[in-house]
């Protein structure tokens, strides 16, 4: 009898049940679209960072990223690099020497960081290839190329084909130098890294380092990004002596954001729904107000207290959820779309978005595994709407409501 009531009581007022009805949906859709859109430049983020910047993990040894001391070498290399491939899991694996230095041109010097890497093995480990919008691949032949960020090229005035001078410190802590030529130019989603790194031939770093055929890291790629722990805990068993990173390690402010993004989409969701709460609480009350002789009498006739509650609840409830499938839909078909297409913010935004380390595309993910949490701010929002027009409804006396 009180769903029946319920029901009826709702569309007493067509338009304005619609209204709300209308809001709600409009309300979810907004929030899922919140939800998603997070949700995918989390994963592109993510994304960026193993498939690009650091892998799933790496091996070094324990005290190299203190300063990156060129001194800490991975010795007998090959022989590990052959025992890492066989681990099942395991994707790639890619040997790369580094160490800080200085490069100098004609227009003055800066600060980087200098990758030796195996052409071949880097382009797939970090799709570096995919990065270059100038010039091109390490030439087979020629020696001591090097491929430079885009900010970089542009601070220090370079192009493919200019020379300049790289300066850093080898084992013994004698200062070498060498003449490079700039092979390629290459442009990632992450500004801050491309200002920093720069890349030569493993072969010409090691030469240069005076370390042979060892070198100071080992990246790697998994074949699925759900083996990370797995296969982090079987290298730390296997090569107790390297220390062994995840991505999560690595890029720490990564991590966190992927840990915190979930709860931030929560709060913006509570945020909209109390916000129609408002919009509920005053449709209900200006119902409450146009039916205070009806509830007069049903309390005049024995009505109780909690039944009236129940009333005012199941409308409530009634006007909640019949906008919660037209708002989920929308914000599904929607993500849809654009998981598909993608949310191009090129041009003025990608900058922005390169200097976060995102990239320029995002594509947004239905929250799939928060529609729970979703249905449960709805309900809550049902609960805490009604809660006033039913202290309303409660508090009305028979003898003055009949009189009305």
């Known amino acids: 009898m009180i769903i029946t009531m319920a029901w009826r009581n709702i569309w007493r007022n067509k338009m304005r049940s619609f209204i709300i009805m209308l809001s709600l949906s409009l309300g979810l859709f907004a929030g899922i679209a919140v939800m998603a859109l997070y949700k995918g430049m989390m994963t592109s983020r993510v994304r960026t960072v193993i498939d690009a910047e650091t892998g799933h993990l790496q091996l070094h040894d324990s005290s190299f990223k203190k300063e990156y001391d060129p001194r800490f070498i991975i010795s007998q290399g090959d022989n590990l690099l052959k025992s890492i491939r066989s681990i099942p899991g395991i994707k790639l694996a890619v040997p790369r020497s580094i160490t800080n230095g200085m490069l100098a041109t004609t227009t003055g010097t800066a600060g980087v960081q200098v990758n030796g890497v ?72 992450n500004t801050p890294l491309d200002e920093r790194n720069v890349y030569i031939r493993l072969n010409d770093m090691n030469e240069l380092l005076g370390i042979g055929n060892s070198f100071h890291e080992i990246g790697i790629l998994l074949n699925q990004d759900g083996e990370l722990e797995n296969i982090q805990d079987q290298l730390r068993q296997r090569f107790p002596r390297l220390q062994t990173e995840s991505w999560k390690e690595i890029s720490p402010e990564t991590n966190l954001m992927v840990n915190t993004v979930d709860i931030y989409s929560y709060i ?24 205070t002789r009806e509830i007069g009498m049903m309390v005049a006739l024995g009505t109780n207290k909690r039944k009236i509650f129940l009333l005012v609840l199941v409308e409530t409830v009634f006007l909640t959820l019949a906008g919660t499938p037209v708002g989920m839909g929308i914000g599904w078909i929607a993500t849809l779309y654009f998981n598909k297409h993608g949310i191009n913010l090129s041009g003025t935004q990608q900058e922005l978005m390169s200097s976060f380390g995102f990239g320029s595309t995002i594509y947004p993910e239905f929250p799939a595994g928060k529609l729970t949490g979703i249905l449960l701010i709805v309900a809550g929002t049902a609960f805490v709407a009604c809660l006033f027009p039913a202290a309303k409804a409660l508090r009305l006396r028979p003898v003055e409501a009949l009189k009305r």
């Open 268 to 291: 913006i969701m509570v945020i909209i729904m109390l916000a129609l709460a408002f919009g509920i609480i005053n449709t209900m009350l200006m119902a409450i107000l146009e039916r």
């Open 118 to 189: 195996i052409p071949a093995l880097e382009y797939e480990a970090s799709l570096l290839q995919k990065k270059i919008i100038e010039g091109s691949v390490f030439d087979t032949v020629r020696r001591y190329g090097i491929m430079i960020g885009k900010k970089l090229a542009t601070k220090m005035k370079l192009k493919p084909k200019s020379k300049l001078v790289l300066t850093f410190t080898d084992t013994s802590g004698s200062i070498v130098s060498a003449a490079f030529r700039v092979a390629a130019v290459y442009q990632s989603d």
